[in-house]
């Protein structure tokens, strides 16, 4: 039997596959992110979509009553009558997560954290942004944050990667190619 990751994996990609534009891709995240919300939060719900005994066709109508009311698009309504018939609607929180990260990828975007010793002035967060996107080649989405244990400068976390230009990042790099210098 195949892993939950692999069967959340193509689930994700499978939806990315059939939404086409940028903003189509993030208005399903929005609609579908609504729909794992009301799973969550409604008892009654989460027993009707996951009851053995319920027949099929009326956990699909019951479903498709809910997401009518809550605005969702066709597309989405599909997608989540897909995962009811498969029995997989508790993976959903995971599937929108893979979906997001594969969407970012796609679209080339993403999400960075920036630590500074102090806050960084406006014009100052626009050329930190604009230098890390054209390095990375990816649009990103930064927020902001006060270090008080950075010395000075700031550091950079985005995905898998960080960027550390702290005096302290620094001063650790220095140190390192000095002792490397002695060992050579």
Same mark, same amino acid.
């Given at each position: 039997m195949k892993s939950n990751w692999? =069967?959340?994996?193509?689930? #994700?990609?499978?939806?990315? /596959?059939v939404v086409n534009? &940028?903003? &189509?891709?993030?208005?399903?995240? =929005?609609d579908m992110k609504e729909v794992s919300e009301a799973y969550n939060?409604?008892?009654d719900l989460r027993y009707v979509l996951t009851h053995p005994l319920i027949n099929v066709n009326k !956990?699909?109508?019951c479903l498709e009553g809910v997401l009518k009311k809550m605005k969702i698009n066709k597309l989405g309504i599909n997608f989540c009558k897909v995962l009811v018939k498969a029995e997989r609607f508790e993976l959903l929180p995971? =599937?929108? !997560? &893979?979906? /997001?990260?594969?969407?970012d990828f796609k679209i080339k975007r993403g999400k960075a954290v920036v630590r500074s010793a102090k806050p960084l002035s406006h014009e100052n967060r626009g050329e930190l942004l604009k230098r890390l996107e054209k390095q990375l080649g990816i649009k990103?989405? #930064?927020?902001? /944050?006060?270090?008080?244990?950075? $010395?000075?400068?700031?550091?950079? %976390?985005?995905?898998?990667? =960080?960027?550390?230009?702290?005096?302290?990042?620094? $001063?650790?790099? $220095? &140190? %390192?190619?000095?002792?490397?210098m002695r060992v050579q």
């Amino acid at each position: 039997m195949k892993s939950n990751w692999v =069967i959340v994996q193509k689930y #994700a990609d499978s939806l990315l /596959e059939v939404v086409n534009a &940028e903003k &189509e891709v993030d208005e399903m995240l =929005i609609d579908m992110k609504e729909v794992s919300e009301a799973y969550n939060g409604s008892d009654d719900l989460r027993y009707v979509l996951t009851h053995p005994l319920i027949n099929v066709n009326k !956990k699909l109508a019951c479903l498709e009553g809910v997401l009518k009311k809550m605005k969702i698009n066709k597309l989405g309504i599909n997608f989540c009558k897909v995962l009811v018939k498969a029995e997989r609607f508790e993976l959903l929180p995971k =599937i929108l !997560k &893979e979906y /997001e990260r594969l969407s970012d990828f796609k679209i080339k975007r993403g999400k960075a954290v920036v630590r500074s010793a102090k806050p960084l002035s406006h014009e100052n967060r626009g050329e930190l942004l604009k230098r890390l996107e054209k390095q990375l080649g990816i649009k990103l989405d #930064a927020s902001w /944050e006060e270090d008080a244990n950075l $010395l000075g400068g700031f550091v950079v %976390h985005t995905g898998n990667k =960080i960027f550390d230009y702290s005096v302290q990042g620094q $001063l650790n790099r $220095l &140190e %390192h190619n000095i002792l490397k210098m002695r060992v050579q």
